[in-house]
């Protein structure tokens, strides 16, 4: 008895660790792999709602631990949140447990990963913080393996781990029919050979192989910040003094980034860019900035894209979150209002306007540009489809910066553009289409707050560009197959 209350607590133990691991901030590949093997596993060993509600808790845990990193965010919203997600993750453990006693058959693996990726499919088309949270994001080490979202997209992923979980558990409950266990094992071989056989080949065999340009993207430097006081400028007593100062300060501003654009120019960059929102304007100096941006286009023959907040005090919606481009001829070609604002902290501030990505053809391939946490949005990214080059001006905060640039060479890879995230208060990189790392900065330690990469100026078409989510749709249909299936054999077994 002792002996077995031990056993159970070192294993709620080990199943606790894994799970704060198991994806988030402090994310460990294949611990999530072993959390969902583990918990699969203890669920099954319960009653139907006991099991449920063990699934409920672990994942609620391991998604409070590994998420807890938005500090503007109120404590009750943050909980609120949680509970949500382990709602919606657990489900697929609950219609795990209607299938019990069918659970010797190896067609019953395929119900539980079918349902966690139908049921991750659901519950991200309606999250407001995008794809935060997808088991697919654990895997971001993995390189060779995440090329498979080039096909399938995020639930492939999932439904591997998935499976694997389902499989070993299908292992274990019938490791005394080796014979089966052989052809179970064998099959789910095949399928993650074949998938990492496909990975090394796509990384060895269709890597880039371009002729590259050299792209300067610049964040601004810290003591230059600017904070502007909006209901300052909409007070009759205060307003003149207000914009006195806001001007003073956000010319100084402004005026860096234009100058250290013109070096990276002369230093040999085709194409300069600023990080999100890092030149700041009131709206009625807004053009002057335009024209200035313009004339440095041209006379350095360079594309300038510039990231500006734009305040617009008459407005109560004061921001207008703004990525410009001027091409080599001081043109405006793209235009683009930041698609998805974050909710909380910038949504209620912003002013939106519904351009779409834009995308212009250049001597070096195809550009377009999206705003940060637009990249958090697979469906919404999926309008950048068919280019070269993706110029992403962002911005985070120190606690989510490494999982927030991590989550973006997935859309490179899924869509098959060579990407540039510069990231004020955050981590910088670009990829190319294969997600691999060409440069990167740490905003907090470097004091130049300028990352220069020598990108590919062709990007690839990938067979998910084309045929978008369609792997949640066969998850969908294997899942019914599999439950008639199912069905019939019980029926013949009743009738014979």
Same mark, same amino acid.
């Given at each position: 008895m002792k002996a077995s209350i031990i056993k159970k607590t070192l294993f709620v133990l080990i199943l606790l660790l894994f799970s704060v691991f198991s994806n988030g901030q402090y994310v460990v590949f294949f611990a999530i792999w072993i959390f969902t093997t583990m918990l699969l596993f203890a669920v099954r060993k319960l009653p139907r709602w006991q099991g449920f509600l063990l699934a409920f808790l672990?994942?609620?845990?391991?998604?409070?631990?590994?998420?807890?990193?938005?500090?503007?965010?109120?404590?009750?919203?943050?909980?609120?949140v949680t509970l949500i997600f382990g709602l919606f993750a657990s489900l697929p453990y609950l219609i795990d447990s209607f299938f019990s006693k069918k659970r010797k058959s190896f067609l019953s693996t395929l119900i539980f990963p079918c349902s966690v990726v139908l049921i991750e499919y659901g519950y991200h088309q309606f999250n407001q913080y995008g794809t935060f949270g997808h088991f697919a994001y654990s895997q971001q080490s993995q390189l060779i393996f995440l090329q498979s979202i080039s096909i399938f997209?995020?639930?492939?992923?999932?439904?591997?781990?998935a499976w694997f979980a389902s499989v070993s558990n299908w292992i274990y409950e019938q490791r005394n029919e080796w014979g089966n266990v052989k052809k179970g094992a064998l099959i789910y071989s095949i399928?993650?050979?074949?998938?990492?056989?496909?990975?090394?080949? @796509?990384?060895?065999?269709?890597?880039?192989?371009?002729?590259?340009? @050299?792209?300067?993207?610049?964040?601004?430097?810290?003591?230059?910040?600017?904070?502007?006081?909006?209901?300052?400028?909409?007070?009759?007593?205060?307003?003149?003094?207000?914009?006195?100062?806001t001007r003073k300060n956000t010319t100084k501003l402004n005026q860096n980034l234009f100058d250290r654009s013109i070096t990276e120019a002369k230093a040999g960059a085709k194409v300069v860019f600023w990080a999100e929102g890092n030149?700041?304007?009131?709206?009625?100096?807004?053009?002057?900035?335009?024209?200035?941006?313009?004339?440095?286009?041209?006379?350095?023959?360079?594309?300038?894209?510039?990231?500006?907040?734009?305040?617009?005090?008459?407005?109560?919606?004061?921001?207008?979150?703004?990525?410009?481009?001027?091409?080599?001829?001081?043109r405006k070609v793209i235009d683009y209002w930041k698609g998805?604002?974050?909710?909380?902290?910038?949504?209620?501030?912003?002013?939106?306007?519904?351009?779409?990505?834009?995308?212009?053809?250049?001597?070096?391939?195809?550009?377009?540009?999206?705003?940060?946490?637009?990249?958090?949005?697979?469906?919404?990214?999926?309008?950048?489809?068919?280019?070269?080059?993706?110029?992403?001006?962002?911005?985070?905060?120190?606690?989510?910066?490494?999982?927030?640039?991590?989550?973006?060479?997935? @859309?490179?890879?899924?869509?098959?553009?060579?990407?540039?995230?510069?990231?004020s208060n955050g981590l910088s990189i670009g990829t190319d289409y294969t997600g691999k790392v060409i440069s990167e900065m740490d905003h907090f330690t470097d004091s130049g707050k300028i990352m220069i990469?020598?990108?590919?100026?062709?990007?690839?078409?990938?067979?998910?560009?084309?045929?978008?989510?369609?792997?949640?749709?066969?998850?969908?249909?294997?899942?019914?197959?599999?439950?008639?299936?199912? @069905?019939?054999?019980?029926?013949g077994i009743v009738n014979s």
């Open positions: 672990f994942i609620s845990i391991s998604y409070y631990i590994g998420f807890d990193f938005v500090p503007f965010l109120p404590l009750i919203v943050s909980i609120i997209g995020l639930g492939y992923i999932t439904f591997l781990i399928v993650l050979g074949l998938t990492f056989s496909y990975g090394g080949y @796509r990384l060895q065999f269709q890597k880039p192989n371009s002729e590259t340009i @050299r792209i300067a993207s610049i964040s601004a430097l810290d003591s230059l910040n600017v904070s502007v006081d909006a209901q300052g400028l909409n007070n009759k007593e205060t307003e003149n003094d207000v914009k006195i100062e030149g700041v304007i009131l709206k009625e100096d807004e053009n002057e900035l335009y024209k200035k941006a313009s004339v440095i286009a041209s006379e350095q023959n360079i594309y300038l894209g510039i990231g500006v907040a734009v305040i617009d005090p008459a407005n109560r919606k004061f921001l207008e979150n703004k990525f410009v481009l001027f091409d080599k001829d001081g998805i604002s974050v909710p909380g902290v910038e949504a209620p501030i912003s002013n939106n306007k519904a351009t779409g990505i834009q995308k212009i053809e250049t001597d070096y391939g195809t550009i377009a540009g999206v705003i940060c946490f637009d990249l958090d949005f697979p469906n919404y990214l999926k309008g950048a489809s068919g280019s070269d080059i993706l110029l992403a001006p962002s911005n985070d905060w120190k606690e989510v910066a490494q999982i927030h640039t991590d989550m973006s060479k997935f @859309r490179a890879i899924e869509l098959g553009f060579n990407l540039i995230r510069q990231t990469t020598q990108i590919p100026t062709k990007g690839t078409k990938t067979i998910y560009s084309m045929i978008g989510d369609s792997f949640i749709v066969f998850c969908l249909l294997l899942l019914i197959l599999v439950i008639v299936v199912l @069905r019939k054999k019980k029926s």
